[in-house]
């Protein structure tokens, strides 16, 4: 059962403009949700975290939504790079702490230019 | 920022023998390691969670005799595949984090895609 969902295998955006990456998870009792990307033949790279207790973190051109109630995560890029091409992973946590992480199945962005 | 070095980057043994993997934190102390697998196409998965010192805590489903995880140190820990078989082969990679600093994110390696003959 995948309690972690990313639908969309991958995303073509125009540079400049807006990449969204959009994550649903089933479990309520996620408490801690990250985003890591990853270039081809490297390890994920931390970009920006968010705790359930809020609904939106910024940092630069990444922000990152949760709504709660649909059990969905969005991570948005404004604007879009080249250098933003890569495979994204949402992830959850039940316990910041701990950080025992469930992975989503990644998103592969490509930016045009 | 925070680096962690997976070594080797590739493996390939024939079936039956054991292959060693390490991870290690380069800046930083890692009082908590983590390692996945991934199947192609497929999320990461994590296997077992170590903590330097301790016995490692392994999910679900994840043989600890196959896969021995020993974390002896604050910037290493190897992950050993005992007895491969091809149904082994798959990417493996660590994280490393350290506990103590609050809500600092877990740092990944690159990775070893290991390939059983």
């Known amino acids: 059962d995948q309690q972690v969902k990313q639908n969309s295998p991958s995303l073509s955006v125009q540079e400049g403009r807006i990449s969204i990456l959009n994550c649903d998870y089933t479990n309520s009792m996620f408490d801690y949700f990250l985003w890591y990307k990853k270039y081809p033949a490297e390890g994920p790279t931390f970009l920006i975290s968010?705790?359930?207790?809020?609904d939106k973190n910024e940092d630069g051109r990444f922000t990152v939504f949760l709504n709660k109630s649909a059990k969905h995560l969005s991570l948005h890029i404004v604007p879009s790079q080249p250098g933003d091409s890569a495979v994204y992973f949402c992830?959850?946590?039940?316990?910041?702490?701990?950080?025992?992480?469930?992975f989503g199945q990644g998103t592969r962005l490509t930016i045009n230019p | 920022g925070a680096v962690v070095s997976q070594h080797p980057s590739r493996v390939i043994c024939k079936s039956g023998t054991s292959v060693k993997i390490e991870c290690r934190s380069l800046?930083?102390?890692?009082?908590?390691m983590f390692w996945y697998r991934q199947f192609p196409k497929q999320s990461l998965m994590l296997m077992a969670t170590?903590?330097?010192?301790?016995?490692?805590?392994?999910e679900q489903g994840v043989e600890k005799d196959k896969f021995l995880i020993n974390h002896a140190s604050l910037t290493l820990s190897t992950l050993t595949v005992t007895s491969a078989h091809p149904e082994d082969s798959s990417f493996y990679i660590c994280?490393?984090?350290?506990?103590?600093?609050?809500?600092?994110?877990?740092?990944f390696g690159d990775g070893t895609r290991l390939s059983i003959l």
């Open positions: 800046d930083f102390q890692a009082t908590t």
């Open positions: 992830a959850a946590t039940f316990d910041q702490g701990a950080q025992k992480l469930v």
């Open positions: 170590s903590n330097e010192g301790s016995k490692a805590t392994y």
């Open positions: 968010i705790s359930s207790i809020k």
């Open positions: 994280s490393a984090r350290d506990w103590r600093r609050g809500d600092q994110p877990q740092h």
